[in-house]
């Protein structure tokens, strides 16, 4: 009905029928309007707060999903952790196999000579009774007795031989069983973790679609009726003109009455405005002198904070450096001191379309300090040099974010992860996977939100970058 009325009002002949009008049946014409307006202005209103609200929640959905996105990267991290131990055990049997296969056939070279022996003293008739009873020469007999006790040292060595074959094969066999147990129960876990992230992906899909849809359907609503709202502005500026038409005789005779009043009322307001004006001056000098000594202040503060930054990585450097100079397993990180900084020409760290390019303008507001490059989910992200990650978690607005610090005060920043692959303190090679690529902190679409900073600012990464 109101788009109706709306309508007859706003037809070609408007003009000249508001002209026509009597000024009362015009002002009570617009009163309707405008008390239409009102009502749909407060149902914009009302509406508009539904969608903060949504939009409220849907920051808030984006939060929740922090926990289910963390997880998606832990188990992402723990299937690559089960891969690796795969490897190791099917190397580890394939190596107890061959020594198994080897220990068979020493098995059956110590019990072949074992034979040999046994015939060749069965062949040769030899025993201590016979000699005894044989009624040869007794030097003779000493020398066959001396003979047969070197053939018995020599089988019961090779019997010794045989059995210590046997516990060896027997020892090898039970470590091969028990790495096939091994493999068995890392394949139960991986396809235990596999169905939790099919799970976990599945839930944050969900919590987004169901979000958008909501704001989706509420702004259609919003724009349909901020568009009545601009008919009906329409409709009160027509009834305005055809008023101050009717008006104008009798505001051109009240004009001279009350210019005398205008005309001191002006000299009454230039000499408040001077007042006004040396008062605003004087605010001004005094905002200015505080506003000198604040900034003063922050930059020493500022000063300050940088100090005790560095300060704290050089403790962090040392007390890593000494926790890990007894262990001598294991290759140390490079310290800040080996990392040389970045070069230019450096590699993408993952390949893709590049989107929001350095220094424009955000969609939502602000410039990019980084670069947006759109890849595939689960894409390996690698480093883009030798460094050490400093940072490695989930910051509200970045989803799963990894910092590496490649010394000199350049970091570079790796955001929107699916799964971070290394921990803070970790060194990484250049080259190196330390994450892979997903849509996490509220995204839409899978990327890698990628920056290179130095001394703290953002610098374009693809001047850094290889063409």
Not at 84 to 101: C, V
Request: glycine residues 8%.
């Amino acid at each position: 009905m109101l788009r109706i009325g709306l309508a007859a009002l706003l037809s070609a002949s408007l003009g000249a029928a508001l002209a026509a009008e009597p000024a009362a049946n015009l002002q009570s014409r617009q009163a309707e309007v405008q008390a239409q307006q009102g009502r749909l202005r407060d149902r914009i209103q009302t509406l508009q707060k539904d969608i903060d609200q949504h939009e409220a929640s849907r920051k808030d959905a984006a939060n929740a999903l922090k926990a289910s996105e963390k997880a998606i990267s832990d188990i992402d991290r723990r299937l690559a952790e089960l891969a690796g131990q795969k490897r190791q055990a099917e190397d580890d049997l394939e190596h107890l196999q061959k020594q198994i296969a080897e220990q068979r056939q020493e098995l059956g070279r110590r019990q072949q000579e074992l034979a040999d022996q046994l015939r060749a003293q069965y062949a040769s008739g030899l025993s201590p009774w016979t000699a005894l009873l044989s009624g040869d020469d007794p030097q003779a007999i000493g020398r066959e007795l001396g003979y047969l006790s070197y053939v018995s040292q020599a089988q019961a060595a090779a019997l010794r031989a045989v059995g210590e074959a046997l516990e060896r094969l027997n020892a090898l066999q039970a470590r091969s069983q028990a790495r096939k147990r091994e493999l068995e129960q890392v394949a139960d876990e991986t396809e235990v973790r596999k169905t939790e992230l099919e799970e976990q992906k599945r839930e944050r899909q969900q919590v987004l679609e169901k979000v958008s849809e909501q704001l989706k359907a509420q702004r259609a609503q919003a724009e349909k009726l901020q568009s009545d709202e601009r008919r009906l502005g329409r409709l009160i500026t027509g009834l305005e003109e055809a008023i101050a038409k009717q008006a104008e005789e009798a505001r051109l005779a009240e004009e001279r009455r009350r210019e005398e009043a205008r005309l001191a009322e002006i000299r009454r307001q230039e000499e408040a405005r001077r007042r006004a004006e040396a008062q605003r001056a004087e605010q001004e000098r005094l905002r200015q002198e505080e506003a000198q000594r604040q900034s003063r202040r922050d930059q020493e503060a500022a000063r300050r904070a940088r100090e005790q930054v560095e300060q704290a990585r050089a403790r962090e450097r040392a007390q890593e450096q000494a926790a890990r100079q007894p262990a001598q397993e294991e290759p140390a990180p490079p310290s800040a001191g080996a990392l040389q900084g970045l070069r230019h020409g450096l590699p993408y760290p993952v390949r893709g379309e590049v989107q929001g390019r350095f220094g424009a303008e955000r969609p939502d507001g602000g410039l990019w300090r980084g670069i947006v490059l759109r890849a595939s989910e689960g894409t390996p992200v690698k480093a883009i040099a030798a460094g050490r990650v400093v940072y490695a978690d989930w910051l509200n607005g970045f989803g799963n974010i990894l910092i590496v610090d490649h010394g000199a005060q350049y970091l570079s920043v790796y955001a929107y992860n699916q799964s971070l692959l290394k921990q803070v303190g970790q060194a990484v090679a250049a080259g190196e996977a330390i994450a892979t690529v997903g849509a996490t902190g509220g995204q839409v679409e899978s990327g890698l939100y990628f920056e290179i900073r130095h001394q703290g600012k953002p610098v374009n990464p693809l001047l850094w970058l290889a063409r």
